[in-house]
């Protein structure tokens, strides 16, 4: 590996500023976090080598990534409107995914994970977009991402 470490080695969730959770989102955003740590691709503009820290907090209606690394320290706000609605669905199908789970046949299951697949794609291509120019991440970062910014959104 070269000596530019484009990847998070760390996140952080700032308490203080996300809505309360109950115990479930609480692990959700455990294991969102371990999930997106144990594995990304994360290169900030202009940043020339990592591992990088992630600060993630909520300010208003803003998710704020306050990176540092060995020679970068910004921090960059992203509106959380244009994800509004890809949120609610998403929210909606894992519910309607978990009652699927319960009873369901093995053709509905699988209906209904698909399109919880097709909603998570949409919010990790929306992610992707929105850090565009600001954070260069891989797909399976962006993924990793939204599910952390679902968990973040999530009481």
Known sequence: ???ADHRL????LDAAS???ASAEVEHERRVAVFDLVEANSFHPAGAAGGPYALNLSLQDTRLVFEVT??????AHGLSLTPFKTVLKDYGLICDSYYQALRGS????IESVDMGRRGLHNEGAELLKGRLDGKIAIDHETARRLFTLVFALTRR
Do not use: E, H, T
């Open 105 to 108: 046949s093995p053709s509905q």
């Open 1 to 3: 590996m070269s000596g």
């Open 18 to 20: 996300l809505p309360a």
């Open 69 to 74: 690394g060995p020679d970068y320290a910004r």
């Open 9 to 12: 080695a760390s996140v952080n």
